[in-house]
């Protein structure tokens, strides 16, 4: 089980961190990503960690701006996001793969339920 937090409201430039939270004792096992959906658009590749956190990959978008973590020890993803834009608008949800740094949406095998980031220009 997957719990994302820490979206909110921003003014365009600010920034926010994204937390997502993950239930069992295989965690480290688990490539993670996150992916974000803007209302009436697909859903889009953000980044992704592998496993161990040493390996990440990051959308186009993105890159430059935002930072993919992990805490093994905590069970917890992170994306640091930084000069947010009104374009990064969207739900954001976080997702396990057992493939490491995938950017396709099928290769992930669990959800979290997604939070809400609104940056205002």
């Known amino acids: 089980q997957l719990q994302a937090s820490g979206g909110g409201a921003v003014q365009a430039g600010g920034s926010l961190r994204l937390s997502c939270a993950a239930s069992?004792?295989?965690?480290?096992?688990?490539?993670m990503g996150w992916f974000r959906q803007a209302p009436g658009k697909e859903r889009e590749f953000v980044a992704a960690v592998s496993g161990s956190g040493f390996g990440t990959r990051y959308g186009n978008s993105v890159k430059g701006r935002f930072t993919i973590s992990r805490d093994n020890a905590k069970n917890t993803v992170y994306l640091q996001m930084d000069g947010l834009r009104a374009e990064d608008t969207a739900v954001y949800y976080c997702a396990a793969s057992t493939s490491a740094l995938s950017r396709w949406p099928d290769e992930y095998d669990f959800w979290g339920q997604g939070t809400l980031v609104t940056v205002s220009s």
């Open positions: 069992g004792r295989t965690f480290s096992s688990y490539g």
